[in-house]
């Protein structure tokens, strides 16, 4: 995507032109690319990649040295052709419009040795396929667009920041402008030159802290150059400033859990029911003395109860 007004770059990376184009160093080799490509062994061309239907493709008219330039990267066979689209016209005399887009596509070509006869930048063989070496790019040129972000308003405090979208290169220096209109009393008039981010965004702070809620203004986004067809501009109006309320430390702290358990204080009782013990005490058993005869042979009464002692 390239903003009508911008260089259209071209990175062109290929090996064996440093003689031709005696490109060994950093240099500008934009005559020698161009006789090279006048006398054939190159041949660079960009035309529509979208005629339209029955319609020849129109080409631009591409003059090196006036509206293209070619930088050479020697040392890493790299070679950046750039347009500049704001100073090209198509070869009928069409101008490029700038107020459409417009699909292009580059043919770079290498002619091989047949189509190129007594040249000698091609290899003795030929290519491979032994047709002419070809690369194409295809790329938009576009109508140049600023689209201002939302908000629109500012509040009355320092630091207010207005932002932008557009397609226009990267590293561009664009105007931005914050006039208040006419009636505002005190009147102001703010402007900053941002640049152009690698996304394709920019913007700028500005103080608003000295003007009065309701004053109303117009943002105006131009280019420093006249890449822009018209200025981007948006109304806004200065309101109150609303104090950011900072959320207070939440400071009520749970309360632990002071109920500890009691102890189970019930102890049980010892059976202090002793059994009493059995006092009664077993009668030994006495055996009843068997009976003896009151006479024994060969004794006497007296003889038998002392032997019955022992």
Do not use: W
């Amino acid at each position: 995507e390239v903003a009508v007004g911008d260089y259209a770059d071209h990175q062109l990376v290929a090996s064996g032109f440093e003689g031709a184009l005696d490109a060994r160093e950093d240099e500008d080799v934009t005559t020698a690319f161009g006789t090279l490509n006048s006398s054939g062994p190159i041949n660079l061309t960009i035309e529509e990649a979208d005629p339209g239907a029955n319609q020849d493709a129109q080409e631009l008219d591409l003059s090196y040295g006036d509206n293209v330039t070619v930088i050479a990267d020697g040392p890493n066979d790299t070679y950046f052709v750039i347009v500049d689209t704001d100073n090209v016209n198509f070869k009928n005399g069409n101008t490029l419009p700038s107020d459409d887009d417009t699909a292009l596509e580059t043919n770079f070509t290498i002619l091989n040795r047949d189509s190129n006869a007594g040249q000698d930048f091609v290899p003795e063989d030929g290519f491979d396929d032994d047709e002419n070496s070809e690369t194409f790019v295809t790329f938009n040129a576009n109508e140049p667009d600023v689209t201002i972000q939302e908000p629109f308003n500012v509040s009355q405090a320092e630091g207010q920041t207005v932002n932008a979208q557009t397609n226009i290169a990267p590293g561009t220096e664009v105007r931005l402008r914050v006039r208040s209109d006419s009636g505002v009393s005190p009147s102001f008039l703010k402007t900053a030159t941002p640049t152009v981010q690698s996304d394709g965004t920019f913007g700028a702070t500005f103080d608003f802290s000295q003007q009065n809620v309701g004053d109303t203004y117009e943002i105006t986004v131009s280019s420093t150059g006249i890449i822009l067809n018209s200025d981007e501009t948006e109304d806004g109006t200065v309101v109150e400033s609303v104090a950011t309320a900072t959320p207070e430390p939440e400071t009520d702290t749970p309360e632990p859990d002071t109920d500890t358990p009691e102890p189970d204080t019930d102890t049980p009782e010892p059976d202090t029911d002793t059994p009493e013990p059995d006092t009664a005490t077993p009668e030994p058993e006495t055996e009843e003395p068997t009976s003896t005869p009151t006479s024994t042979p060969g004794f006497g009464v007296v003889v038998a109860l002392t032997a019955l002692l022992a």
